[in-house]
């Protein structure tokens, strides 16, 4: 049995008086693709953004790799150099790709190695390089973000966040705001890293996509896992009503 690489117990957040996230209980394995499905409004993008800190819990406790936090009681809020380090854990692709739009592609890439880790240009630089061809980007290190297709940045965004060497990568709707004819570029880098063994947890409304290439999928609804098993279990022969009435708009 594998220790699992994100271990997530009781984990409670409210906005207010509004409760998002209830009781969230969740293990994944290392090198295991999770896909997070569910209706819009359900607390995939808080659950994510948790892991990360963006977003800081009301309760219970997030491990990932070796790093641990409880987020019960009097000492909740992790010191910032603490928060840093549990935050390096995760890189994180996002719906809209943020890049920086006066840095070309390449710079973009090297910036957090540089600025957060310290770490030499010329290291910084070969390192990107190698990102950058890897996401079949190399012909595109010294032009600018706005000259890229959609699916382009993507792909930069993803390999600035690899740039940081995560043990877990966390995509939030990553193929939602693309052409259409442009999303499989970038679930094909997914599909890659997937195959090379990175845990990730991918939030998708690209079902064929996360029953391909996914080992678990998680259906949330209302701040609650209702659901969660094989991929290819939840996704053909749902056992839940809510999780069957979702995927019955996908087809
Ligand atoms: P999903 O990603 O599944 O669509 P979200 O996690 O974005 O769901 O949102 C879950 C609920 O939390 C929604 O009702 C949303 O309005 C609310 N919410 C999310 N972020 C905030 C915030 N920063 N402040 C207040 N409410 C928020
Ligand atoms: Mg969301």
């Known amino acids: 049995m594998n220790t699992p690489k994100i271990e997530v117990a009781a984990l409670k957040k409210q906005f207010g008086d509004h409760v998002v996230l209830r009781d969230i209980n969740l293990k994944i394995d290392p090198g295991a693709v999770v896909a997070l499905i569910g209706p819009s409004g359900s607390g995939k993008s808080t659950l994510l953004r948790c892991l990360n800190l963006l977003v800081v819990p009301n309760g219970g406790r997030i ?17 910032p150099k603490a928060q840093a380090k549990f935050r390096s854990n995760t890189g994180m692709v996002f719906q809209h790709f943020n890049l920086f739009p006066h840095m070309t592609v390449l710079q973009n890439v090297m910036e957090g190695p540089v600025s957060a880790k310290n770490m030499h240009k010329g290291e910084a630089e070969a390192i990107a390089r190698r990102l950058l061809a890897k996401v079949g980007l190399a012909d595109k290190a010294d032009a600018f973000p706005n000259r890229l297709s959609g699916g382009q940045k993507q792909r930069v965004a993803i390999a600035r966040a690899l740039a940081m060497e995560p043990e877990v990568m966390l995509f939030d709707e990553a193929t939602s705001a693309l052409d259409p004819e442009l999303v499989s570029e970038v679930l094909s880098v997914m599909r890659d890293l997937a195959a090379e063994g990175m845990t990730m947890i991918i939030v998708t409304h690209e079902i064929a996509f996360a029953r391909e290439v996914a080992d678990r999928v998680v259906f949330m609804r209302d701040g609650v896992i209702v659901e969660e098993g094989p991929a290819r279990e939840v996704i053909d022969n749902p056992r839940q009503e809510a999780t069957r009435s979702f995927l019955s708009h996908f087809h």
């Open 63 to 79: 491990r990932i790799g070796s790093d641990a936090f409880d987020f019960d009681g009097a000492k909740a809020m992790p010191k």
